[in-house]
């Protein structure tokens, strides 16, 4: 079955960089665009960019232009996600969701567990 | 603020059918598909509406979507202790060029 594991919670500090992974298994990693959605603590669900692995280029939302970086392995079945200059607003559960088809605008049908970053000098 | 309004809460008790509001625009519900979304307390989104009104394999038939012009709406019959969650809607916007999500909705089960 389709699982998508990602890496373990980070503390970082004010300033610096994080990078999330999530590792794609039980489907062919390059047929699927992978999305990044962050959640801050208590509110809702915020798309910040994705990737078509076929096609190799990334799509951010405008509000993380410049900031966040999207990568995808596909010998490893990996997708990155790296967001830096972290402030104390960018603490979040940060998800990496799966699209159903290799276009970015095809709905998500499996996330990932979710990664919590905690920035904190 | 999100690009899309939903509802911050909604109730009802066991048995009963509630329903959820998702209104957007013409670049996002008008003229790409809506998905709903349903999270657990501590858990990750699980897909519950795919393409305004289809259910993924595995989603009881309680759980019902549907769109009209800019706005679409879940419904939920038969309610049940354990559909208390969140519950988001979600579109592809053609201006933004990305997803874009409803604030969420708390659904509780009195």
């Known amino acids: 079955q389709v699982q998508l594991v990602q890496s373990g919670a980070e503390v970082k500090k004010p300033g610096s960089s994080v990078k999330v992974s999530c590792k794609a298994s039980?489907?062919?990693?390059?047929?699927?665009?992978i999305s990044w959605v962050r959640q801050a603590p208590g509110q809702g669900l915020e798309w910040m960019g994705g990737?078509?692995?076929?096609?190799?280029?990334?799509n951010y939302a405008q509000k993380f232009q410049g900031r966040v970086t999207i990568t995808a392995d596909e010998s490893t079945s990996t997708a990155y996600m790296e967001l830096s200059s972290l402030r104390s607003d960018d603490m979040a559960v940060y998800y990496c969701?799966?699209?159903?088809?290799?276009?970015?605008?095809?709905?998500?049908?499996?996330w990932g567990q979710g990664t919590l970053v905690t920035v904190s000098s | 603020q999100s690009v899309l309004t939903q509802p911050p809460s909604a109730s009802g008790t066991p048995g009963q059918r509630v329903s959820i509001s998702c209104s957007g625009g013409?670049?996002?519900?008008?003229?790409?598909?809506l998905n709903w979304f349903q999270q657990l307390p501590g858990t990750a989104p699980k897909l519950l509406i795919y393409?305004?009104?289809q259910r993924p394999s595995g989603v009881p038939d309680r759980f019902s979507g549907s769109r009209s012009g800019t706005s679409a709406s879940l419904a939920i019959s038969g309610l049940q202790s354990e559909d208390e969650a969140d519950y988001y809607c979600?579109?592809?916007?053609?201006?933004?060029?990305?997803?874009?999500f409803g604030g969420g909705t708390k659904l509780t089960v009195l």
């Open positions: 990737i078509s692995p076929i096609y190799g280029t990334a």
């Open positions: 393409s305004n009104n």
């Open positions: 979600a579109a592809w916007d053609d201006s933004l060029h990305g997803w874009v």
């Open positions: 969701a799966r699209s159903v088809g290799q276009q970015l605008f095809s709905y998500f049908d499996y």
């Open positions: 013409s670049s996002n519900i008008g003229s790409n598909t």
């Open positions: 039980g489907g062919t990693f390059s047929s699927y665009a």
